[in-house]
T-cell receptor
Framework: DAGITQSPRYKITETGRQVTLMCHQT?????MFWYRQDLGHGLRLIYY???????DKGEVPDGYVVSRSKTENFPLTLESATRSQTSVYFC????????????FGPGTRLTVL | QKEVEQNSGPLSVPEGAIASLNCTYS??????FFWYRQYSGKSPELIMS????GDKEDGRFTAQLNKASQYVSLLIRDSQPSDSATYLC???????????FGSGTKLNVKP
């Protein structure tokens, strides 16, 4: 099915471990984004990418790494997970041009123990 | 001043009534405006987009935009219990090429 998918949907890990969250979209949208959503903070942008091999920091990039070697994939890596990174992570992609609608993936609920 | 202001609610309306959700934004460079619906434990779902001043209707939903007043609203007619969710207002800034997301208004539609 066309759309945007994330994996895993749920993840429990321990402090200090490396974790990678995957995001895949089939629309060939140029822009892709990673957000985290926490109670009291709403959606906060972690990183975004305007195209393959082009990435940039958002509001809360510390502790995260991204890469984008292919247009359709945008993985997010927590190099050394901390408890403060317990959150729900949403990947999104966006059209470019006049009608620049942004669509979200189903989310990954990450718990860091 | 926050970039996007929404009443956090909860906004409670009876089934069949009109729910009115409001949003103000600070970036005058915002050109596109979106409303997302988010059910508890789910991801935001795009339900309306509006790009020019005035009203845009789609089924039971009407988005209203007034760029001079930096105000955008969403009306839900004939509200249903299934409309109970949090609604996020999201202007897109042309100047900064980014979305701003409001913290959302929680809507409860009572049967």
């Amino acid at each position: 099915d066309a759309g945007i998918t994330q994996s895993p949907r749920y993840k429990i890990t321990e402090t200090g471990r490396q974790v990678t969250l995957m995001c895949h979209q089939t629309w060939s949208h140029s822009y892709m984004f990673w957000y985290r959503q926490d109670l009291g903070h709403g959606l906060r942008l972690i990183y975004y990418s305007a195209a393959a091999d082009i990435t940039d920091k958002g509001e809360v990039p510390d502790g995260y790494v991204v890469s984008r070697s292919k247009t359709e994939n945008f993985p997010l890596t927590l190099e050394s997970a901390t408890r403060s990174q317990t959150s729900v992570y949403f990947c999104a992609s966006r059209r470019t041009g006049e009608y620049n609608e942004q669509f979200f993936g189903p989310g990954t609920r990450l718990t860091v123990l | 001043q926050k970039e996007v202001e929404q009443n956090s609610g909860p906004l409670s309306v009876p089934e069949g009534a009109i729910a009115s959700l409001n949003c103000t934004y600070s970036d005058r460079g915002s050109q596109s405006f979106f409303w997302y619906r988010q059910y508890s434990g789910k991801s935001p779902e795009l339900i309306m987009s509006i790009y020019s001043n005035g009203d845009k209707e789609d089924g039971r939903f009407t988005a209203q935009l007034n760029k001079a007043s930096q105000y955008v609203s969403l009306l839900i007619r004939d509200s249903q219990p299934s409309d109970s969710a949090t609604y996020l207002c999201a202007p897109h800034s042309y100047n900064f090429n980014k979305f701003y997301f409001g913290s959302g208004t929680k809507l409860n539609v009572k049967p």
